[in-house]
């Protein structure tokens, strides 16, 4: 009788465990539609009034690590495609779009361990024959529809280092929690001991 109360105790330890620590921490992927808002005039030295860069729309992917119920950090890589427009010395003008792309790091601040976080990191951003960099704080949402998968909104403001453009961000997007062994080890463990405790039960 002991030794079945303990089979039964070890394997709703190791599945709460394991749902703990897949809530609380551990490797996640995501990925975002992004739509960055910025105003860069005169980018190039294109004559006469030089070339005006607008706003980009596109696509990222993010690899994160989450260490504690209030701290995290992410790797971002961003996909943009932005639109430009030139003055001609004849007075008309062209336009266009060209592709760029964000790269950088990122830590977060879980509010009270909640689904709310602050955001603040470092950005390279590579475009139109400009490679800048921007350090970023922005806020975010997410909202877990399972113990893995995870829906998130943020928005961020983005401050130039190089030169002294402020540009708006903001991002869709949604995210998954990985696995970890000690997860799966515990999964095991857990799955071992249920079919123990049937063995017992029946023989």
Do not use: C
């Not at 997410?142 to 190089?162: C, I, M, R, V």
């Amino acid at each position: 009788m002991k030794l079945k109360s303990l089979t039964i105790a070890l394997a709703l330890a190791a599945t709460s465990a394991s749902s703990f620590a897949a809530e609380k921490q551990g490797f996640y992927i995501g990925a975002f539609g992004d739509y960055y808002d910025n105003s860069w005039e005169n980018v190039r030295d294109y004559a006469p009034g030089g070339l005006d860069v607008d706003d980009s729309t596109g696509w990222g992917l993010e690899l994160g690590y989450r260490f504690s119920d209030y701290w995290s950090a992410r790797l971002e890589y961003a996909d943009m495609d932005f639109d430009w427009k030139a003055e001609l010395n004849d007075g008309t003008s062209v336009s266009g779009s060209e592709s760029g792309k964000r790269y950088g790091i990122d830590g977060l601040y879980h509010f009270g361990g909640g689904p709310f976080y602050g955001i603040f990191g470092l950005k390279n951003l590579d475009a139109v024959d400009e490679d800048l960099m921007f350090a970023n704080v922005g806020a975010g949402y997410q909202h877990y529809f399972t113990d893995n998968f995870a829906f998130n909104a943020e928005t961020s403001l983005y401050q130039g280092l190089d030169r002294g453009y402020t540009d708006v961000g903001a991002k869709l997007g949604h995210r998954y929690q990985l696995a970890q062994p000690e997860q799966v080890l515990l999964q095991v463990l857990a799955q071992l001991a249920l079919v123990r405790f049937d063995h017992q039960r029946y023989s």
